[in-house]
């Protein structure tokens, strides 16, 4: 630190339990930046970076205090895969096929390797929906986790949570990242929560593309829905959002259509998607409205919980999301504050954070699921 002092104008340094903040403002001769600076800037040990559009010369730089935190990548990795493995046999469900986990007895278990090999094989047909599921739930994930680490936050790496195929279709609930150490400032909320959700549906509409051209049309007079599936023998028809409207017409003939498990993967990433950017508390949708408006998030959020309420009365399971924000809220919808909450974010990252707040109009399906 005291080889960048002679090249600020003035500075401040907040320390967190981890984590040194430096927030500064750059002499005149130095912006651009100068020779030296720029050389002194190689040797800080984090990250830097310069914030545009809030006066000149502004520069943030963080970095480690003591030891990183020890990451227990054995358990990210069981995470992912039996993850990996319960949504695989939730496509080969969706499929026709029986999920039932193979028993080995004891005298047996010298051929328990092959008989969990035959196991999977036999549920190759759910390996198309798994894998499209799980890209676009690595996406949303890594897009936090990478822009975490730009900023030089301290983030875990995801957490996978598999769920018995028999009790949750998709055979999974979901991913998530844990942030340890506190955002700094508006522009890092709202670059790491709009991150996921972008990186996720970026990759659903590839999905969704490819399932679509693979779709079968359904010649019916009545429909609950314009798209279905079919669950052990019974469709369970899905709900519509602008973007997936648009997308079967664009690539089907518009009719009602029985998805592919690669179209139902992608009309999964839309819902996550969604679900993400609701403007609520802790969601990615609450960090993004935060960042864009501030303590204004609370007034919105709230708004938006009775909105779900409403909305329960068609889909019940708006009243589960909306007992679960509260939850993960600790009781709050509004969202909690940054070190430096005042500081709007750059003119800039603006269209950025309106088009995030956009995504979640164009994926927004009043009722996922008819039941």
Do not use: C
């Amino acid at each position: 630190m005291n080889s960048l002092i002679p090249f600020f104008q003035y500075w401040r340094s907040t320390l967190t339990r981890d984590r040194e903040i430096v927030d500064a403002v750059v002499a005149p001769a130095h912006r651009g930046p100068s020779e030296g600076l720029r050389s002194a800037l190689k040797a800080w040990p984090g990250v830097h970076y310069w914030v545009a559009g809030d006066g000149e010369g502004r520069l943030m730089l963080v970095r480690l205090i003591g030891r990183p935190h020890p990451e227990r990548w054995w358990l990210h990795a069981v995470l992912f895969l039996a993850t990996f493995v319960t949504m695989w046999m939730a496509g080969a469900m969706l499929a026709g096929v029986p999920p039932a986990i193979p028993a080995v007895r004891l005298s047996e278990l010298a051929n328990a390797g092959r008989a969990v090999l035959d196991w999977l094989t036999g549920l190759r047909p759910g390996l198309e929906f798994a894998m499209g599921l799980m890209a676009i739930l690595l996406a949303h994930e890594t897009g936090h986790y990478l822009t975490a680490k730009h900023y030089g936050i301290n983030a875990s790496p995801p957490y996978f949570l598999p769920a018995p195929p028999l009790w949750n279709f998709v055979g999974t609930f979901g991913a998530f990242i844990r942030l340890r150490s506190p955002v700094a400032d508006r522009q890092q909320l709202l670059d790491v929560g709009a991150a996921g959700p972008w990186a996720g549906f970026i990759v659903a509409l590839i999905m969704l593309a490819m399932g679509l051209m693979a779709s079968q049309p359904v010649p019916t007079l009545e429909a609950s829905a314009p798209q279905l599936v079919m669950i052990g023998g019974t469709p369970l028809y899905l709900g519509d959002s602008l973007v997936m409207a648009a997308a079967r017409r664009l690539f089907t003939d518009g009719g009602v259509v029985l998805l592919h498990p690669l179209a139902l993967a992608g009309w999964l990433g839309l819902l996550v998607t969604m679900l993400n950017l609701l403007p609520l508390g802790q969601l990615d949708g609450g960090h993004v409205l935060y960042a864009l408006i501030g303590r204004g998030q609370a007034w919105v959020g709230r708004a938006a919980w009775f909105a779900l309420l409403v909305l329960g009365f068609w889909f019940w399971g708006w009243w589960i999301w909306a007992l679960f924000t509260v939850m993960l809220g600790r009781g709050s919808l509004a969202h909690p504050t940054v070190l430096d909450r005042h500081r709007r974010i750059p003119a800039n990252r603006q269209p950025f954070g309106w088009a995030s707040a956009l995504l979640f109009v164009v994926t927004f399906t009043p009722v996922p699921f008819y039941i």
